[in-house]
């Protein structure tokens, strides 16, 4: 099955679902995809558990559905359930057959993300099928021109982890392709047996890091064309961040690992792209 033939698009009824809905009424017009509308109802605790009516409490949900999916002009089905929504969404986009899910993202930053965590990331990290997100700074689709995808790569090796199913999704986008590393001095410094001057840590590595960037960028041609490749230095996500420019790139594409237990504490190249990103990014677990 290609990419946009079975969407899953889950809402909360927030500002970031209306963008995920526009998005796949978009796409769903686009591709001819069977849409289907999630909404997932956080159970409530034991202590205010008592006295609730769920059938009543049920019909408002469907009602409250009904009505804020009303301006939508493409078939859809919608589901409800209960229960930890990123769990819940993981496993009914595995359940259903679904070849993509669409979301936004709050794009939460520095203590807020840290206390409380994105459903969005863990979708993300966790989900064998692949995420479409939109961060709140992600524009509308008729203001994206562009049909190329940036891959950023954090290792340079071939065959990199998922490496199959991303050449799948960048088949089905059907556009051209740059692939792209950053090299964090920082830390390249630290491990470095040339001590600490950045310009010989940059001299020793610029050749061969283009090399196998371009090395990859060959294997991932498309159609006679190959990839182009960028080798950037600084930190990853803002350097990413600058590159993904909405008058060169139409998508960003990126693999991404299961959750570790404190990366929220800690920061995510991830989170960072999928929550500040003008375009929408594709994520693959890998």
């Not at 909360?12 to 591709?31: G, M, R």
């Not at 290792?155 to 088949?171: A, K, T």
């Not at 064309?225 to 060169?248: T, V």
Request: proline share 5%; with cysteine; charged share 20%.
């Amino acid at each position: 099955m290609k990419l946009f033939d079975k969407i899953l698009c889950p809402i909360d009824f927030s500002e970031d679902s209306v963008k995920a809905l526009q998005w796949s009424e978009h796409l769903a017009k686009k591709h001819g995809s069977d849409v289907t509308i999630l909404h997932v109802m956080e159970p409530y605790p034991a202590a205010v558990d008592v006295g609730i009516d769920y059938e009543k409490y049920h019909a408002a949900i469907v009602r409250d559905m009904r009505a804020f999916l009303a301006p939508l002009q493409i078939p859809f089905q919608i589901m409800q359930s209960s229960g930890l929504p990123s769990e819940k969404i993981t496993t009914l986009a595995s359940t259903l057959g679904s070849t993509l899910i669409v979301m936004g993202t709050r794009g939460l930053r520095g203590a807020a993300h840290r206390l409380i965590g994105s459903t969005t990331e863990s979708v993300v990290r966790h989900s064998s099928v692949p995420v479409m997100t939109l961060s709140p700074e992600c524009l509308k689709f008729e203001e994206i021109t562009s049909n190329r995808a940036l891959l950023p790569l954090n290792r340079l090796e071939w065959p990199f982890p998922g490496h199959i199913r991303l050449r799948q999704v960048l088949r089905d986008l059907n556009g051209s392709l740059n692939v792209m590393h950053v090299v964090d001095l920082k830390n390249e410094m630290v491990h470095s047996p040339l001590g600490t001057n950045p310009a010989l840590v940059t001299n020793f590595q610029m050749e061969g890091e283009r090399q196998a960037l371009q090395n990859i960028a060959l294997h991932l041609k498309k159609n006679g064309e190959a990839a182009g490749a960028i080798l950037q230095f600084g930190e990853a996500s803002r350097e990413i961040l600058s590159e993904a420019d909405p008058a060169k790139y139409g998508y960003i594409v990126m693999g991404a690992k299961k959750q570790k237990v404190f990366s929220r504490f800690f920061g995510s190249t991830v989170y960072n792209i999928i929550s500040q990103a003008s375009i929408p990014v594709f994520t693959i677990r890998t």
